[in-house]
């Protein structure tokens, strides 16, 4: 069964998925939601379309952790907020929003469809709409688009994938490990075994319906492919 391979990378990402009123959260690896978000900005996938968010979150997702990066958070002000009881309005709100700062993760999406592996691929290489890591103002540095990103294997074993971090691990001397194993988050459908995330889309984004998944920790093994020469 085809795998889909994403490059999920940037100075600022965030992937909340628990979020309410003026503190906004992230989960430590992308969401689901999240990425199937940005396939339909890259698709140009109106927000109140159903069928193909559908179609999309079909896909099995996997998540390669590379590098996790670091929990920060920011806030922002809002002025002018009306209360909720409609009471009054409050000149300033203070809001804190967490990110996550130079994470690098590899996504992919499993699915039978290979046509439509190869349109969101082909999207992903010239978007439609601006794509970004959960929030708007969070660009991907480097893109999503990897070139070999569309492989026949299955999940797991497309998690395989060169090492996209900053830095490959090293042994006590040094040395460049010639493999090394990386924890990978993978989403079961087999039984309910696994963390359970609330952020399968079951309608459009216009909707804001999510549901049930589960999700079993793994590692896979990822060979060193050593960064080409140019001397």
Known sequence: MPTLLLRLAGPMQSWGTKSRFDERDTDLTPSKSGVIGLLCAAMGIDREERELVLQLADLRMGVRIDQPGVLRYDYQTAQNVIAADESKIHPTTVSRRYYLADAVFLVGLEGEDRGLLERVHQSLKNPIWPIFLGRKGYVPSPGVYLEDGLCKAPLKEALQ??????????????????????????????????SLRMDQPLGSFAERRFGARFVISDVVEVRHVPEPSFA
């Open 161 to 194: 994938y060169r090492y996209l971090g900053r830095q490959w691990p090293k042994d006590d001397q040094g040395k460049d490990l010639e493999s090394a194993r990386l924890p990978v988050l993978l989403e079961n459908r087999g039984s309910s075994e696994g």
